[in-house]
């Protein structure tokens, strides 16, 4: 059975990953005082999150529609495939999940659309893993199956800034809003199945890089592992510098270092701090 691998921008996946397996990635939008740009053109993510805190007007962000689904659905059945899995970031933070279950209707059993329960490579790792299981002609079950054994192992975290994109954004318990807001504390968070939860509370950014070094080492030894930043390459490389001096040999050999997308970005803030991890089986 051949079988494609759709997904969109929010998974982060680095380009040259894309391409090595032929992914097809559907952008995700920001709309900036009222210009919409689909993820990844018209602004860099670097410009963006040098622009970001001046901005007057709060970006926001849009899902695809369905028509670019079904586009890309309707391209990899015409390039030969069986069958087509779409995976996308969790359903209870975006409409994306749904919108390609919409798209997915139109091909009757031909589309199996996967949550994945999290955001930027979180998501990512599960479309890789489904994508290198492509490659060894696995049937479905079989891909779905390595696609829930990672999901299983996956972890992110997030050291952020400030608590005044998550405020605005409406995706946080207002409980952990708040307490960014009054203390002026730097909150560490934890992603899990579409959930946003406390991880720490510090009060400074090298007190929020220790936690996440903590956080980090509970996880070894991992099998994946990515140094996720928005707009803080400096801080993500002496963070990666750290670990590799505390950790280095239950390490994964590639590590990714991503630059989180815009949209992401758009809700938690420049100078953000991230990990993405899949912990070894």
């Not at 090595?20 to 939008?29: A, L, M």
């Not at 602004?43 to 529609?65: C, G, H």
């Not at 994306?96 to 798209?103: L, S, Y």
Request: aromatic fraction near 4%; proline fraction near 5%.
């Amino acid at each position: 059975m051949k079988l494609g691998i759709v997904t969109d921008s929010t998974s982060d996946l680095p380009t040259d990953l894309i391409q090595q397996f032929g992914i097809e990635v559907v952008p995700t939008n920001l709309i900036i005082e009222g210009q919409q740009y689909a993820d990844g053109a018209g602004i860099s993510r670097d410009d963006f999150y040098a622009r970001l805190p001046d901005m007057q007007v709060f970006p926001t962000t849009a899902a695809p529609s369905i028509g670019e689904f079904s586009t890309r659905y309707q391209k990899l059945l015409d390039s030969g495939c069986d069958h087509i899995l779409s995976i996308h970031p969790a359903s209870q933070l975006t409409a994306i999940c749904n919108i390609a279950g919409q798209a997915a209707a139109d091909f009757p059993n031909r589309v199996t659309v996967v949550d994945s329960g999290f955001v930027s490579l979180g998501a990512g790792f599960q479309v890789l893993v489904a994508a290198e299981s492509t490659r060894s002609n696995s049937d479905l079950a079989t891909v779905l199956a390595s696609i829930a054994d990672t999901r299983r192992r996956v972890r992110v975290y997030a050291a952020l800034d400030t608590m005044d994109f998550l405020r605005r954004s409406g995706r946080v318990p207002t409980a952990i809003t708040i307490l960014g807001g009054v203390l002026s504390i730097k909150p560490v968070i934890e992603l899990t199945e579409g959930q946003i939860k406390p991880a720490g509370v510090v009060r400074t950014m090298s007190q929020a890089d220790q936690r996440m070094a903590v956080l980090l080492k509970a996880e070894l030894p991992l099998e994946r592992l990515a140094i996720l930043h928005t707009g803080a390459e400096s801080r993500a490389r002496n963070f990666l510098a750290r670990i590799m001096d505390e950790s280095r040999h239950e390490l994964p050999r590639d590590i990714l270092m991503v630059n989180v997308t815009t949209v992401i970005g758009t809700h938690v803030g420049p100078n953000g701090l991230g990990i993405a991890v899949v912990r070894a089986a």
